[in-house]
């Protein structure tokens, strides 16, 4: 669903209460089609997410910190950077029952306005100064829009103004003739026809209140009511009386809807504000998935690897030949020779024992070629199929641990908390060569160390965030009494709890355990197996790639995955 424009007026009215005047302190390049604000008002930070996104465009202050998740900001955002870092929130403006809200700072560049016009695929991120274009999120040229022209340089129109009858001034008569205009249609719809700033789902609520169906076709209800309904909503919005909710979807989990005002004919649950319903509904791009957008060219270059390594594999597999094929080869090939001077001209196959005690085989033979031909053929084939077992098991399993070190990359991509963390897979996959087309780098920064924790009595464990700090887990930063710990047969981060000379408590080890659960691929499971053993029973495989190990002697727990 999209925000309309009751919810855009509840949005408007929430942020001029919380980050009016206040300080822009930066502007974060969140992903292609989102950008943010960390604006500094009432003696705390506030994060401000403008999306233009077909299907999730909003003005939305977020719970959490907005981070950098686009590899290279865009020209708006450097030129956000110019003229709207350091300077401040002076107004927001909505115009009246439009799905659109204006900003008006003033810096040292002067004054600015951002206009965030969030209209489903015709939404845009426009900042303009004296009433002329700097820069936009989504250039729209000549060919596209004849009448209103997105490009830098350009004046800045408005969306064409709806024709439309504004609510404040709908009256009973005005209800009466939408409704006769077409009595078979559902009211609701006429509403929206006819109505500026109604959406189907407020136009919904209308009809439920009225009549207790939403559905209700116009011949079936009374004008009156309807009237008495849509008045007293839009009055309530009017005077900025709003009622944050959502509305849970009844098939399947999540949430259905949500608005600035009562959806009784969804069935609502009530929420602090405006901007938490749009998070419970949309989510909201911090923490990890802030970086979602970055991380999608590595992962998309990990499928491809992933593509090529398995055909690799089949092809390997195709060409390994069983033991007993073998042999069968050889014996195809002597029985030719033993029966060959009975065969008549042009015979295509013929019958014969190899024990004396053994099944009657099949032997299918060329009749363009002798006998001895026919036999010199099978032994090459044999010869081939025998340097095929002692080579191909090798690269057989050679290739599983490509695929094995692919998986892990994919599961550290996943797991990857900033910008470092990613660029730490980008770099793996290149000198692995596993990279196709031109090398990319990210926001350069310091590398992450191991993750380090303290739990029960001073008991230090320590966590991997990649699959070179799980090698150095193992070869480097643990004694052999260590506890090493890894989720079972699926990628994920070594764990290593200190072994200091003391017995490790249960509660250490179960805690280690779900950290190891957390931070591998099975972390949205509800329960993951996790194998333990002393470390000096983990070893390097020979030859693999960074991280890949063998172990033995190791217990295994089933524990719920937990951060």
Known sequence: MYVDAVTTAAVASALNETIIDGRVQAVIAVDD????????????????L??????????????????????????????????????????????????????EFSGDEGNTRLIAETMDKRSNLILTVDGHI???????????????????????????????????????????????????QPTWR?????????????????????????????????????????????????????????????????????????????????????????TLYFGAPVGQDAYTAGKQPIQDQIDEALTRVHHKLDSLERESSSDEEIERLRQHAELILAYGPTFKPGQTSFQAQYDPDGPMLDIPLDPALTHVENAQKLFERYDKAKRAVKGVPRFIAETRHEIAYLN???????????????????????????????????????????????????????????????????????????LWLHARGIPGSHVIVKNDGRPIPEEVIQRAAELAAYYSAGRDDSAVEVDVTERRYVRPIKGGRPGMVNYKNERTLRIAPQD
Not at 56 to 83: D, H
Not at 141 to 157: C, E, M, S, W
Not at 441 to 463: A, S, Y
């Open 134 to 184: 700097l820069e936009c999120m989504k250039r729209i040229g000549a060919d596209q829009n004849r009448y209103r022209q997105i490009l830098p340089g350009k004046p800045y129109i408005p969306p064409p103004p709806q024709s439309k009858a504004l609510p404040a001034e709908v009256g009973l008569g005005q209800i009466k003739s939408y409704l006769e205009q077409d009595p078979d």
């Open 50 to 103: 403008l999306s233009i996104h077909p299907k999730e465009a909003r003005c939305q202050l977020v719970g959490g910190k907005l981070r950098r998740g686009a590899a290279r900001p865009s020209p708006l955002v450097l030129l956000m950077k110019k003229y709207i870092e350091g300077s401040r929130l002076m107004s927001i403006h909505q115009p009246a029952w439009e799905r659109l809200l204006q900003f």
């Open 33 to 48: 089609q989102s950008v943010g604000l960390e604006v500094y008002a009432r003696q705390q930070r506030h994060y401000l």
């Open 408 to 482: 892990q990359l994919a599961a550290d991509l996943q797991m990857a908390e900033s910008w470092p963390d990613i660029d730490i897979v980008r770099e793996a996959l290149q000198e692995a060569g596993y990279w196709r087309g031109a090398k990319t780098r990210g926001p350069r920064g310091g590398k992450p160390g191991i993750r380090r924790f303290t739990e029960g009595d001073g008991f230090v464990i320590l966590v991997g965030r990649n699959a070179d700090q799980n090698h150095t887990l193992v070869t480097e930063r643990s004694a052999s009494r260590d």
């Open 190 to 278: 006429l509403l929206v026809q006819y109505i500026s700033g109604i959406s189907p789902l407020l136009a919904k609520e209308i009809i439920f209140r009225a009549c207790g169906d939403a559905e209700a076709l116009a011949f079936d209800v009374a004008a009156r009511i309807v009237h008495e309904a849509f008045s007293k909503l839009i009055g309530e919005v009017l005077e900025e009386r709003y009622f944050p909710c959502v509305a849970l979807a009844p098939d399947r989990p999540g949430y259905l809807a949500f608005a600035a005002y009562q959806l009784n004919h969804l069935g609502w649950k009530p929420v602090d504000s405006i901007f938490k319903a749009m």
